[in-house]
């Protein structure tokens, strides 16, 4: 069985360059791809990047809780995905028209082109933000980090339409406002409070995503 | 009595209540006791204070009161939804209090600021997605908590920072800016109103009234916890110029919607974004008198919230005429209150507030005014759609045929045993007089509409004795918050 030494080991052969590089991907997929699972395995790797680059910063033992809390995300987003995902074929192969009113068009209001050219126009803001302004004194690589994670975090929510993608953007947001606040604070009742946040987001998205719709004809409210 | 005992039965209170939802006279049972026993023990609950984890724990008098009223509000408005046949809200009445509680009685703003929005995040599971799969108001109203969190948390570090070198002031300018984006972000206050109409189109009256009216003061809340522990945050910031300018532009955009709105979620947010603006304002004079007068305006709308939700609850839930009609008049009772035309407090409050403008700028004065009008048209407009949709009266129910006797012989024995058990009960009666034998079957077979109208009689009786007994709600407020740390 591995150890915790054993797990030093492996995050020790991630270096600066090669953290950065995986996050940068990370949110490209959740912001371009489309695709569910693939959006899940991003959101997986970038929880154990995280831990990595944060267990600089705390020790190693606390960082690996942000992994199995990541896990933990990962399994309710994946168990909720699977039980809306057939639903969503059936109702595609349902003529009726109720089924097509309820069926969602896409996971995004926009097309591909646009996503990329809003990341990228997202990436330049951050690396022009990163030059001319750091929150108090934080240490570069967090700053850009934890700000490259929030805002792709941002435009994922902006830019979707689908539940589960909104909450693995909120989540991309919540890791990189945690490497920004413990990088300024480095409290461990923040870190562990923002763990439980990440279970309680995806917990009310996991609802959120699977609550039946209560399509009644009439705008809610009305009498 | 100790604060855990008191989160303890606050935990039990929603746990009995959101597994009595099933069986509607036993949730409207349990709503009507854990509303009793919660109210008992919020007022028996100790001030003394509580050590956990190096946090202090300690109800405030103003706490207390906020409590009590919080929860009797949320007491009601759960009596009122265990009427009705969708009852899944129920526990959510109460399951939120469990953490705002600890927001309540915590004196760490970062604690606070958890616990608070934990208790809104909880709500979003009681609000109803009105499409399948698609991002709607809740799904967008969590990522405004988690968002608004983040920002509050930036703007405390900034506070934390200041004291150590005391000469940068601009850190105390960025932590403003945080802050007032974290809670007008978390309040609406405008410009940040966009959120409030998708949100409410997904939620129940009920679960509205409980955020807005009895879960977002808790912000502000916090925030005077935050100037009382670094009161150069109020000496040396624009923080209450900001609060002014965030409060008469609630004023102003909440009028304007309110005066185009039809749906009553978004009615009931608007209306209520136009009190908070007079909360905001009265906050910002700083002064005594003018936290007091906030203290009482948060209450009016809490509990003009709460009762315009139960009224629409209760007359969505009891298709009968008269229950109707109260409802109806008690829904026009708490919107008068809440734009503050029914005689007494709330009038004093709003128009000491409306005197200073006339007397200051008469443009601010007059727009205010416009946008009250705004509101009380936008109300009107609603309960004229109410009345064109009033239920005609129910003929009573014919008596149902005899059903023919059993043909298995257990069957008969049941049916002999229920014919001795109906004739003895029938001789029984016979023995009353016919006129408390039909009273019995009249609430036997009314019992919702029986309770509804008390229910609703007795908010009604209330909003008036309130009304009219200013001296009284003005002396408890003015005592109570003569007590916080930043008025001290």
Redesign the interface.
């Known amino acids: 069985m591995p150890s915790l030494n054993d797990l030093a080991r492996a995050f020790a052969l991630f270096g600066a360059y090669e953290l950065e590089l995986g996050l940068l991907l990370a949110v490209g997929i959740v912001v371009l791809v489309s695709d569910w699972r693939v959006s899940l395995v991003a959101l997986a790797a970038q929880y154990v990047l995280v831990a990595i680059l944060l267990s600089t910063l705390i020790p190693l033992q606390i960082a690996a809780v942000r992994m199995i809390a990541g896990g933990l995300v990962a399994l309710m987003f994946y168990i909720t995905a699977r039980r809306v995902q057939p639903a969503r074929r059936r109702q595609r192969e349902m003529p009726s028209p109720e089924a097509r009113v309820l069926t969602p068009r896409a996971i995004f209001w926009t097309n591909f082109p646009f996503r990329l050219i809003g990341l990228a126009l997202v990436a330049v803001g951050v690396i022009t933000a990163s030059d001319q302004f750091v929150l108090l004194n934080a240490p570069l690589l967090f700053w850009v980090t934890g700000l490259w994670l929030a805002m792709g975090g941002l435009l994922t929510i902006a830019l979707t339409r689908d539940a589960l993608k909104l909450g693995m953007g909120l989540l991309f947001f919540t890791s990189g406002f945690g490497i920004i606040y413990l990088s300024i604070d480095n409290s461990l009742v923040i870190y562990a409070l923002l763990v439980i946040a990440d279970l309680v987001i995806a917990l009310a998205i996991a609802h959120i995503a699977s609550a039946p719709a209560h399509f009644q004809g009439r705008r809610r409210g009305e009498m | 009595m100790t604060l855990s005992l008191l989160l303890l039965i606050l935990v039990a209170a929603a746990v009995t209540l959101h597994v009595a939802r099933y069986w509607r006279p036993l949730a409207f049972v349990t709503s009507v006791t854990a509303t009793a026993v919660l109210l008992w023990a919020t007022q028996t609950a100790a001030g003394a204070t509580n050590d956990l984890f190096g946090m202090t724990f300690e109800l405030q008098p103003l706490a207390r009161d906020y409590l009590t009223v919080a929860l009797a509000l949320s007491g009601i408005l759960a009596i009122a939804t265990s009427f009705g046949e969708a009852r899944r809200t129920l526990g959510f009445l109460f399951w939120s209090w469990i953490v705002w509680l600890v927001a309540l009685t915590v004196n760490d703003f970062?604690?606070g600021v958890?616990a608070w929005?934990?208790g809104l995040?909880v709500i979003?599971?009681a609000?109803?997605?009105?499409?399948?799969?698609?991002?709607g108001g809740?799904?967008?109203f969590?990522?405004l908590l988690?968002?608004s969190?983040?920002l509050l948390?930036?703007g405390h570090?900034?506070v934390?920072?200041f004291p150590l070198t005391p000469d940068r002031f601009e850190l105390l300018d960025s932590a403003v800016l945080f802050l007032s984006w974290g809670l007008g972000l978390l309040l609406a206050i405008a410009p940040f109103v966009l959120w409030l109409g998708p949100m409410?189109?997904?939620t129940p009256?009920p679960i509205i009234a409980a955020l807005l009216g009895l879960g977002q003061p808790l912000g502000l809340w916090l925030l005077y916890l935050l100037i009382g522990q670094s009161p150069r945050l109020l000496e040396q910031s624009d923080l209450n110029a900001i609060m002014v300018i965030g409060g008469l532009g609630s004023i102003w955009i909440g009028g304007a919607l309110c005066l185009f709105e039809?749906?009553?979620?978004?009615?009931m947010s608007y209306a209520g974004l136009v009190a908070l603006g007079f909360v905001l304002i009265d906050l910002a004079r700083g002064t005594l008198e003018g936290t007091a007068f906030a203290v009482i305006e948060i209450f009016a709308r809490a509990l003009s919230l709460s009762v315009m939700a139960a009224s629409i609850v209760i007359a969505?839930a009891i298709p009968n005429r008269w229950v109707s009609y109260l409802a109806l008049g008690v829904f026009i009772l708490g919107g008068l209150n809440l734009v503050g035309l029914t005689p007494g407090v709330s009038l004093v409050t709003r128009w000491n507030l409306l005197l200073e403008f006339e007397a200051t700028d008469r443009r601010v004065f007059f727009l205010i005014l416009l946008a009250l009008l705004g509101v009380m048209i936008g109300l009107a407009r609603y309960v004229l759609?109410?009345l064109?949709?009033l239920p005609e009266s129910v003929p009573a129910q014919e008596n149902l045929a005899p059903a023919p006797p059993p043909e298995s012989i257990s069957e008969r024995l049941r049916f002999r045993l229920r014919g001795m058990w109906l004739d003895w009960g029938a001789r029984l009666r016979q023995r009353i007089p016919a006129t408390a034998q039909y009273a019995a079957r009249q609430v036997t077979a009314h019992w919702r509409a029986l309770f509804a109208g008390i229910l609703l009689c007795a908010l009604g009786a209330f909003i008036l004795w309130y009304s009219v007994s200013p001296n009284l709600w003005l002396q408890r407020a003015l005592a109570t918050a003569a007590q916080l740390a930043f008025i001290r």
């Open positions: 970062v604690i958890f929005v934990s995040a979003v599971i609000m109803e997605p009105r499409h399948t799969q698609r991002t809740a799904a967008y969590l990522a988690v968002i969190a983040g948390l930036i570090r900034f934390q920072l409410t189109d997904e009256p039809r749906r009553i979620g978004r009615l969505r759609t109410w064109e949709t």
